[in-house]
T-cell receptor, first 110, second 115 residues
Framework: DAKTTQPNSMESNEEEPVHLPCNHS???????IHWYRQLPSQGPEYVIH???SNVNNRMASLAIAEDRKSSTLILHRATLRDAAVYYC???????????FGSGTKLNVKP | DTGVSQDPRHKITKRGQNVTFRCDPI?????LYWYRQTLGQGPEFLTY????????KSRLLSDRFSAERPKGSFSTLEIQRTEQGDSAMYLC?????????????FGPGTRLTVT
């Protein structure tokens, strides 16, 4: 499985955009890039995933570098509820053994 | 559907005792996963089932750990002869095996403390 590097922590102001980076330089061509987040005292929850093209859903956007060695999760307007640990997980399609790593702890200030 | 549920939510046990945790997945999900999470770390994969078949076990899972999913519905995770290093949050997740198999739904976890 591809290794990932994420900042340990980031801080954002409420209502401002947040860009959470992830390096996955050893990613293989068949690995999808998944993002999950874990709110305090809860299990992780799915955020978004993509392969090559940028992706948008109601929660976030995912920007994937052309060489696929990095990606950025974009929260367009951070809210206090977005304070969580965000995990970037490269994984092969239908191969569901996730390796979470340590993730990025996002703190959102009011 | 109320999502993935786990029981108990908290368990305190003495070293050397056996413990068993239960996970009830979302009813139409045929894949079920167990993870372990220690403080400050992301969840660590332990094992997963498709229906009643246990398809993969982590090499980190010692032989004191056993998981079952009889009839392909709920699952149990048993830890025998618990050690202090087993203290962690044990998370269960479920998913479909089809097109949305990438989306795992997690339960709230069982926090185990071994004294």
């Amino acid at each position: 499985d591809a290794k990932t590097t994420q900042p340990n922590s980031m801080e954002s102001n409420e209502e401002e955009p947040v860009h959470l980076p992830c390096n996955h330089s050893t990613i293989s061509g068949t690995d999808y890039i998944h993002w999950y987040r874990q709110l305090p005292s809860q299990g992780p929850e799915y955020v978004i995933h993509g392969l090559t093209s940028n992706v948008n859903n109601r929660m976030a956007s995912l920007a994937i570098a052309e060489d696929r060695k990095s990606s950025t999760l974009i929260l367009h307007r951070a809210t206090l509820r977005d304070a969580a640990v965000y995990y970037c997980i490269p994984i092969k399609y239908n191969f569901n053994k996730f390796y979470f790593g340590s993730g990025t702890k996002l703190n959102v200030k009011p | 559907d109320t999502g993935v549920s786990q029981d108990p939510r908290h368990k305190i046990t003495k070293r050397g005792q056996n413990v068993t945790f239960r996970c009830d997945p979302i009813s139409e999900h045929n894949r079920l996963y167990w993870y372990r999470q220690t403080l400050g770390q992301g969840p660590e994969f332990l094992t997963y089932f498709q229906n009643e078949a246990q398809l993969e076990k982590s090499r980190l899972l010692s032989d004191r750990f056993s998981a079952e999913r009889p009839k392909g519905s709920f699952s149990t995770l048993e830890i025998q002869r618990t050690e202090q290093g087993d203290s962690a949050m044990y998370l269960c997740a479920s998913s479909t095996a089809g097109g949305r198999s990438y989306e795992q739904y997690f339960g709230p976890g069982t926090r185990l403390t071994v004294t």
